[in-house]
């Protein structure tokens, strides 16, 4: 199914996830809330997503939370994120966490990963100086390979080249590739397991999830009956959108539904998602008033192919909940 939209056009997802009692917003953060930088300790959420993230984690009833393969540290750095920050943070796809009044999670490293990674990093930084633009990024857990900066046969020489050092020396860790970059894990964990720990976490009755790249397919996996998956940005070929993700003036976009035919709510090939109520303590609701969007140019995205889940677009920056609910015929608490 393809068709247009506008932001004064309310649409059944949308209204469903804006009006479920516990609502978790998960943002993945470069190219999501951040530009895609060539130097990638230099991305910030674009200001518009910062505040609509502010008013989001004020809001009853509503968690936020970035879900990056950053490592802690990092996204901690690029997010702005304080100490005092509503804003919960998975890192390293969902191997590092962060809570609001707790802080970091401990996580243990074992010494044989940790001798493996510090001598990956000294084989790799000579190695990666004869390509130039291209990065090496130390991470908690692995090596990330950046090449952004570099001329497109560079970044795929010293892609091949790294390839080659890893399967030579640590080929049982996970291998992922995104936007211009080759990271490799000794964790097994992606952001379906972050998606996971957050649902049984803030006990989300929904999860509005929004990401540009092909580690975020693990999140949207993830998803369930109740949830909404949002992609970002232009997207492959065979997932076609026609909207800039940071442009002011979004243009128009496409999408369309594969041709897939559920059980139910889910294909037979879909792990099952388990759906928890409200956090225990608070009170029952109906609606209340928080936006339902993560970027103002954000776009439609298939399901992935094994699952048929919703999904949508979010709506554009300042659309709330209330809004919608009152397209929608419904009424909703004050904003606050």
């Not at 690029?78 to 996580?107: C, K, N, R, T």
């Not at 590739?177 to 972050?194: H, M, N, P, V």
């Not at 128009?252 to 059980?263: A, F, G, Q």
Request: aromatic share 6%; hydrophobic share 35%; charged share 25%.
């Amino acid at each position: 199914m393809t068709r247009n939209w506008s932001k004064d056009t309310p649409d059944p997802a949308v209204t469903a996830i804006a009006r479920t009692p516990v609502l978790l917003v998960a943002l993945d953060f470069d190219g999501t809330a951040s530009p895609l930088v060539p130097e990638p300790m230099k991305a910030r959420a674009i200001p518009e997503i910062a505040d609509v993230v502010a008013r989001l984690a004020a809001m009853p009833d509503t968690e936020v939370a970035y879900v990056s393969g950053r490592s802690l540290v990092h996204l901690r750095e690029i997010a702005e994120h304080a100490e005092d920050s509503p804003v919960i943070l998975a890192g390293s796809h969902g191997a590092q966490y962060w809570f609001p009044g707790e802080g970091e999670a401990d996580v243990v490293e074992s010494a044989q990963d940790r001798d493996l990674r510090e001598s990956l990093y000294a084989e790799l930084e000579p190695l990666l100086t004869q390509y130039p633009g291209v990065e090496l990024e130390r991470k908690t857990f692995g090596v990330g390979i950046h090449g952004r900066p570099a001329e497109p046969a560079v970044e795929r020489a010293a892609f091949a080249a790294v390839d080659e050092v890893l399967a030579r020396r640590a080929a049982h860790w996970r291998r992922r590739t995104g936007d211009r970059i080759l990271e490799f894990s000794s964790r097994d964990e992606g952001k379906d397991a972050a998606i996971g720990m957050l649902r049984d976490r803030t006990g989300a009755t929904g999860i509005l999830f929004a990401g540009d790249d092909v580690t975020d397919e693990d999140a949207l996996r993830a998803l369930g009956p109740d949830d909404l998956g949002v992609r970002v940005g232009e997207g492959r070929p065979q997932r076609r959108c026609v909207w800039d993700p940071h442009s002011r003036s979004p243009k128009s976009w496409t999408s369309s539904r594969p041709n897939v035919t559920p059980v139910g709510n889910r294909l037979p090939s879909c792990p099952p998602t388990k759906i928890l109520p409200a956090r225990p303590g608070r009170p029952p609701t109906s609606t209340s008033s928080r936006a339902a969007a993560s970027s103002p140019t954000a776009s439609r995205r298939p399901p992935p192919a094994e699952c048929s889940v919703p999904w949508a677009w979010a709506t554009p920056t300042g659309t709330s909940r209330r809004s919608a609910s009152r397209r929608a015929g419904t009424r909703s608490r004050p904003a606050t």
